[in-house]
């Protein structure tokens, strides 16, 4: 368990003592799964990623410095993987499954670097865009947001006194341990961290996945966070992302084609991956939409993911879906992430329990959540809505519509005419807080 002092590292830390992005482990592991796929399906595809803060009221160009903010975004692109990672990478079993990194792709990794940026300031809010081949911008997604917030952390908490920053890690911890008091009374709900593009700070995320491993024991299933799962040998957990339908979408040339993309990018996945990590994530363009045109064999696949529908009411929707394909749910998996407090958590799992089995993704309510813990109150320790989504590939719009249409990305032109063909069935419109 780690020993460090988060009060006394704060107030004295310096750039080189505590970079915020340290590795480029310091990722989610779905990023590295979707990574290969791209590289050995899709080299040649070009995919812009941008910044977008969905939290208007934050001015991030007034929050942060332009200049902290280039420094930590090139010491980003300093890193390569050292050759422990590259070993722990080639070595370790993911899913039950050994090598399932192919030696190809590993070879390539080992010489990876971040490629460059664009940022410039656009009156209060910055404009942060990465340009290039997909399989080199694609990992720029988590350590952009992860700079993002860790500056906004550091920048609240500059000037606040050594027993100040004392007062509000111990609240911190105490609010934390709260949530591990009650999920320990449901020692059959599966918890995993989530956390990393949102969190605080990278100390603090340490601080609560080893207090998770500790706090709930077997009923912590692992991290997202590729380095921290090898630092504190848990499991490394993930499977795909929005990106490979949003891509996928874009570079469709007819509506036939747009209209596929969804299951066009799980039999690229399947074909990968070999009936292994199979977890559907319905909603890129509208669950409603995608469990409607399904074809037969996603039924057979181990799970989905709901990430924009309330939990309980998405998850209904999949049960039902199930169940008319002929499909046991008991047999099922039902993966939660989006947005989610302790409240919720364990709603949600009181709800569905005996019925489908479950896991917990758990992020900003995990690895960011200060409020109330600051002795005078601090905006900037508040957790804002802020993603960084494709934004374009091959020079081609790309769309998200989500389930919730505040949640929707992309030109507004593009979004009406993806609405169009998928329609907007079952959306619900609800604030987005994370």
Not at 247 to 255: I, M
Not at 293 to 301: G, Q
Not at 396 to 408: E, T, Y
Request: proline share 5%; with cysteine.
């Amino acid at each position: 368990m780690t020993k460090t002092d988060l009060a006394r590292r704060v107030y004295n830390h310096a750039f080189k003592l505590d970079p915020i992005v340290r590795s480029l482990l310091d990722t989610d592991f779905y990023k590295l799964l979707m990574l290969q796929m791209i590289w050995k399906l899709y080299p040649d595809v070009d995919a812009t990623f941008t910044l977008i803060n969905r939290t208007k009221t934050v001015f991030l160009a007034e929050e942060i410095d332009e200049q902290e903010l280039r420094e930590q975004l090139d010491h980003a692109r300093s890193l390569k993987f050292t050759k422990k990672e590259m070993i722990w990478l080639a070595g370790n079993t993911f899913y039950g499954r050994k090598q399932i990194f192919s030696p190809e792709f590993l070879a390539w990794l080992a010489d990876f670097r971040l490629p460059d940026y664009e940022l410039k300031r656009n009156d209060k809010q910055y404009e942060l865009t990465f340009p290039g081949r997909w399989a080199e911008t694609t990992l720029w997604e988590i350590p952009a947001l992860a700079i993002i917030n860790e500056l906004r952390s550091r920048a609240a908490m500059k000037g606040l006194g050594r027993f100040t920053l004392d007062v509000l890690y111990a609240r911190a911890k105490a609010k934390m341990w709260s949530k591990v008091e009650r999920l320990r009374a449901h020692p059959d709900l599966r918890i995993s961290d989530f956390g990393t593009r949102r969190r605080h700070s990278f100390l603090w995320q340490r601080w609560c996945v080893e207090a998770l491993k500790e706090g709930i024991g077997p009923a912590f299933s692992g991290t997202s966070n590729v380095l921290l799962a090898m630092d504190t040998d848990l499991e490394a957990l993930g499977t795909n992302a929005h990106e490979l339908p949003m891509v996928a979408a874009a570079l469709a040339r007819t509506k036939v084609e747009l209209a596929a993309s969804p299951y066009k990018v799980l039999q690229d996945w399947n074909q990968l991956y070999g009936g292994n990590l199979l977890i559907v994530l319905p909603d890129a363009f509208g669950t409603a939409a995608f469990l409607r045109d399904a074809p037969d064999w996603v039924a057979d696949w181990t799970g989905f993911r709901p990430d924009s529908a309330p939990p309980i009411e998405g998850g209904e929707k999949i049960i039902a879906w199930w169940e008319k394909m002929g499909r046991d749910p008991r047999e099922k998996l039902l993966i939660f992430s989006d947005g989610l407090d302790v409240d919720t958590i364990i709603d949600t799992y009181r709800h569905f329990n005996g019925r489908v089995r479950m896991s917990f993704g758990w992020g900003t309510n995990l690895t960011n959540d200060f409020a109330g813990c600051a002795p005078t109150e601090i905006g900037g320790l508040n957790p804002i809505s802020i993603v960084c989504k494709v934004s374009e590939a091959n020079g081609r719009p790309a769309v998200k519509l989500s389930d919730n249409p505040r949640k929707a990305t992309g030109d507004p032109k593009e979004v009406e005419r993806y609405l169009g063909i998928f329609g907007r069935e079952d959306f619900v419109e609800t604030a987005v807080r994370v």
